[in-house]
């Protein structure tokens, strides 16, 4: 018996946009907007995962799904995430287009009225797919006002091997200054946004930007950005946009393999940082070795969930990805050193649930920068879960502090009252003494 593809749960990259910025030190925001062109790669991202796993002619057609591909999707079993950070609605945007190549639209997208007539959504059956975003986005951009993660930035830009690294980008540098038209270029800069922008809307920008100059760019580019968003420790900071953003993952995949529940498609559309942070996390691994650096825009990352054949029927995750419109399928990868194309969906929650930043708490907790029970910065619960123990331990400690005080006070009226006592003694014998001596 064949495998049984239950779910895919899609991390989908924007398409392509204008110029951006951020802060390079706490890696802050600015606004920027979709293009024409980002919006196709996005459609053809969603048009591709269509075919892919909506087709009912297609191998990996998810189990539940629609047969028939004019059919609407059922609302209940898509979910989609879009991250609302400070770009603006480029993400937004991004996602949009997605769900019209993967949800166009359909004739069948219609209502009977009581007085008998019938109504086709605008648009040719357009489906409306609802796309969820949060104000304050800790999951898709849990780095941004996060004290620990600044210092991390920080750490990573003052060691030993940043420096040397910026030494030997030093020729480049200053090989492109007369191309960034003032903007600083160093290797802590966007100096690769920013050619690579230009050179793919800026008519005159492409025809004097010399060979070879944007690959070394995006080399430059992905050493940085892979030193930022990776971290030694599956649980350290630099990781931060891969915790975060698993935690909605991991939540829908207990809900396809475990749960009697409807959904099949869980989609996040998102930047490219938790890509770098997933790529390292899961020590993930193509044909040609590790993945490292910055996906194209457009690329996907899918965690299929696959039911195994008999006699056992076992849960297995799949991961693949897709960078961009340069890979032509997604692409299955390895992870957790493991050779197989899938492993236990046990396995795969066991090695990372314990790292997941699941809710506001466990983000305070991964930012804080303090372990001081009292301090702002590190507050790692609820004020009313937290209050009853920093009242607790304020007792005891001026209990602690008043007893030393008694204590300290009887100790040192005892070695008074032992001091004349001595003198009394002293004093009572030289008296006797003398006494003696006297005729």
Same mark, same amino acid.
């Given at each position: 018996m064949a495998s049984t593809l239950l779910g895919v749960l899609i991390l989908a990259q924007n398409g392509g946009r204008s110029e951006f910025f951020q802060d390079p030190y706490d890696y802050a925001p600015t606004f920027t907007e979709s293009t024409p062109l980002g919006a196709s790669e996005s459609f053809q991202l969603g048009s591709y995962l269509k075919a892919t796993y909506l087709d009912s002619s297609s191998p990996l057609h998810i189990v539940d799904m629609p047969l028939d591909p004019t059919h609407p999707i059922p609302p209940s079993r898509v979910n989609v995430h879009a991250k609302s950070g400070g770009e603006g609605t480029a993400i937004f945007d991004s996602s949009i287009a997605l769900l019209q190549g993967m949800f166009p639209p359909t004739s069948k997208n219609r209502i009977e009225l009581a007085n008998g007539s019938t109504v086709t959504s605008p648009l040719g059956g357009y489906q409306y797919v609802p796309v969820e975003m949060?104000?304050?986005?800790?999951?898709?951009?849990?780095?941004?006002?996060?004290?620990?993660?600044?210092?991390?930035?920080?750490?990573?830009?003052?060691?030993?091997?940043?420096?040397?690294?910026?030494?030997?980008?030093?020729?480049?540098?200053?090989?492109?200054?007369?191309?960034?038209?003032?903007?600083?270029?160093?290797?802590?800069?966007?100096?690769?946004?920013?050619?690579?922008?230009?050179?793919?809307?800026?008519?005159?920008?492409?025809?004097?930007?010399?060979?070879?100059?944007?690959?070394?760019?995006?080399?430059?580019?992905?050493?940085?950005?892979?030193?930022?968003?990776?971290?030694?420790?599956?649980?350290?900071?630099?990781?931060?946009?891969?915790?975060?953003?698993?935690?909605?993952?991991?939540?829908? @995949? $207990?809900?396809?393999?475990?749960? #009697?529940?409807?959904?099949?498609?869980?989609?996040?559309? !998102? /930047?490219?940082? %938790? +890509?770098?942070?997933?790529?390292?996390?899961?020590?993930?691994?193509?044909?040609?070795?590790?993945?490292?650096?910055?996906?194209?825009?457009?690329?996907?990352?899918?965690?299929?969930?696959?039911?195994?054949?008999?006699?056992?029927?076992?849960?297995?995750?799949?991961?693949?990805?897709?960078?961009?419109?340069?890979?032509?399928?997604?692409?299955?990868?390895?992870?957790?050193?493991?050779?197989?194309?899938?492993?236990?969906?046990?396995?795969?929650?066991?090695? @990372? $649930?314990?790292?997941?930043?699941? #809710?506001?708490?466990?983000?305070?907790?991964?930012?804080? !920068? /303090?372990?001081? %029970? +009292?301090?702002?910065?590190?507050?790692?619960?609820?004020?009313?879960?937290?209050?009853?123990f920093r009242i607790l331990f304020l007792s005891l400690l001026g209990f602690c502090v008043f007893a030393w005080m008694r204590y300290h006070k009887y100790t040192q009226s005892k070695r008074t009252k032992q001091h004349e006592a001595v003198r009394e003694e002293e004093q009572d014998a030289f008296v006797n003494e003398k006494s003696r001596l006297l005729p």
């Open positions: 949060e104000e304050t986005d800790h999951v898709l951009e849990p780095w941004t006002e996060c004290k620990a993660f600044k210092k991390h930035v920080s750490e990573i830009y003052a060691s030993d091997e940043f420096a040397q690294a910026s030494k030997d980008a030093q020729d480049f540098f200053e090989t492109i200054h007369d191309y960034m038209f003032g903007r600083p270029a160093t290797l802590v800069d966007m100096v690769y946004d920013y050619l690579d922008t230009q050179l793919t809307y800026n008519q005159s920008f492409a025809y004097r930007l010399p060979p070879t100059l944007i690959e070394q760019a995006r080399g430059w580019a992905n050493y940085k950005e892979h030193a930022v968003f990776s971290d030694k420790e599956i649980s350290g900071v630099g990781n931060i946009a891969g915790r975060a953003v698993l935690a909605p993952i991991t939540k829908a @995949l $207990e809900r396809i393999a475990f749960d #009697d529940d409807p959904l099949r498609v869980l989609l996040i559309e !998102t /930047s490219y940082q %938790p +890509f770098i942070s997933l790529f390292s996390m899961m020590d993930a691994q193509g044909h040609d070795g590790k993945l490292f650096g910055i996906p194209n825009y457009a690329s996907a990352l899918a965690f299929e969930v696959v039911r195994g054949p008999g006699p056992e029927f076992r849960d297995l995750v799949r991961l693949k990805f897709k960078n961009g419109t340069d890979d032509s399928e997604l692409k299955t990868l390895h992870m957790f050193e493991h050779r197989e194309q899938a492993i236990p969906v046990t396995e795969f929650l066991y090695r @990372l $649930e314990h790292h997941v930043i699941s #809710d506001t708490k466990a983000w305070k907790s991964a930012c804080s !920068t /303090s372990w001081f %029970p +009292f301090s702002s910065d590190a507050t790692t619960a609820s004020e009313s879960i937290f209050m009853p």
